[in-house]
């Protein structure tokens, strides 16, 4: 088991959902956060939860789409806390429609955050968790990573791209001190559905339907996702599936790679 006491992470994303999540269970654990988000109002109120546990908590106002924001980002953390030894690349968004409704500037910016930033966050604080003794790198997929469903195309695409890139830098950092986790989430009750970003030309009655359709999906409690994720952490696990639908739609993939689909489209189709 990693003991995570009075060790250092970097959690972005911080200020809702499985991000907030994972900052209150490593803090449950005794680990100091470096919490970074664009909200600044909802990172101080999840500052101000962790710090019920006495740990030491800081937050960062970070675009991880920014390149200068992210390469300044680990030298605030080291000198706010000394050191890092795990990294949760949790930021993301959501974005509505299909291929051809989508822009290129929408589909982009989606990329930008999503795949991107895990990219630029690992480089900037790569030298940081080589520094460490027992460091953790941990970038969070989606159930989306594992399958692709209609009108996510954005959202898939940079999703098996954390996957993919995960699982190679896993590979390439073998026998190092550093460990390298991808987490697939499932259903998580988070506000990415009501959150996401719409195509021009799609009506509101279309907007409210895709979206509760999406809410419906969402069940599982962030905080018990939070506990899933951490509790890997701590077991060194390479892949977290976070939910029973994570596991269901993974082994089916792995099963029926190409005839998945006719099986779970009743589910996401209206």
Known sequence: M??????VAVVTGAASGIGQA?????????????????NEAGLHRVMLEAQQHGVNV???RLDVASRAMVQEFPEQVLAAHGRVDIVVNNAGVALGGNFEQVSEADFDWLMEINF???????????????AGDD?????????????????????????????????????ELEGSTVGVCVVH??????????????????????VRAGKARAEK???????RAGEIIVSAIERRQPRVLVGSDAKVVAL????????YWKLLKRLVSP
Request: proline share 5%.
């Open 185 to 206: 989430p499932g259903g998580v009750a988070t506000a990415i559905a009501r959150n996401a970003r719409v195509p021009e030309g799609i009506t509101d009655e279309e």
């Open 252 to 259: 089916l993939e792995r099963f029926a790679p190409v005839l």
């Open 217 to 223: 999906m969402l069940r599982m409690p962030a905080s």
């Open 58 to 60: 800081t937050g960062h």
């Open 22 to 38: 994972i900052a209150i269970a490593l803090a449950r654990r005794g680990c100091h956060l470096a919490l970074a988000d664009l």
């Open 2 to 7: 990693r003991t995570l006491k009075n060790r």
């Open 116 to 130: 991107h930033g895990v990219v630029r966050m690992t480089r900037a604080f790569l030298p940081c968790l080589h």
């Open 135 to 171: 460091s953790c790198l941990v970038n969070i997929s989606s159930l989306w990573g594992l399958v692709s469903p209609a009108q996510q195309t954005a959202y898939s695409a940079s999703k098996f791209a954390v996957r993919g890139f995960s699982n190679a830098l896993r590979h």
